[in-house]
């Protein structure tokens, strides 16, 4: 890559060259537009619905899914056990949703929409698992399979935390 020689902000003393092409600084663009369009959504669905929106995904799904268990909705949130231990608490102390123990099995807490939480997902706005997870569903294969293969580029670069995965970006 070519750089030319214009003086950037210094940063400890050091001058920084500026590249030619400034790929980075559209790329970073890029990200600022989409986490935006993700923050602006959850802002929309918090002052909707008055709560975040992982907490709405989970809602909408206990609702689509009656009696489901706290380990299935970690599965289909794609998040960790125990964040999704944490979201059913949190629904819980709201009563929005309620967990009860029955069936032959009751070490296994079943988990059921309640009124308040049905009241709220008439009046939260779409889609319920967020903007991104449904634009990400929207792309085509050849698409998200390339998008995969370089964020994973990215965060190797980043060298983040593998445990960042499993925690929803609405919390």
């Known amino acids: 890559m070519s750089e030319i020689e214009t003086p950037s902000l210094p940063v400890a003393g050091v001058v920084e060259r500026m590249p030619a092409d400034p790929a980075p600084a559209r790329v970073l663009r890029q990200f600022r537009q989409v986490f935006n369009a993700v923050r602006t959504h959850f802002q929309q669905v ?93 792309l085509d294969p050849a698409t998200l399979a390339r998008l995969e293969e370089d964020l994973a580029a990215l965060i190797e670069t980043l060298d983040a935390d593998t445990a960042g995965a499993g925690v929803p970006l609405g919390l």
């Open 46 to 138: 918090e002052k909707a619905a008055g709560i975040g929106g992982a907490q709405l995904w989970a809602l909408s799904v206990i609702g689509e899914r009656d009696g489901l268990a706290v380990s299935e909705l970690a599965r289909a949130l794609d998040i960790h056990q125990s964040t999704a231990s944490n979201l059913v608490r949190v629904l819980t102390e709201r009563s929005l949703v309620e967990s009860v123990r029955q069936g032959p099995d009751r070490r296994v807490v079943q988990l059921r929409l309640l009124p308040a939480g049905r009241e709220i997902l008439q009046r939260a706005p779409g889609p319920f698992s967020g903007v991104l997870p449904e634009a990400l569903a929207r």
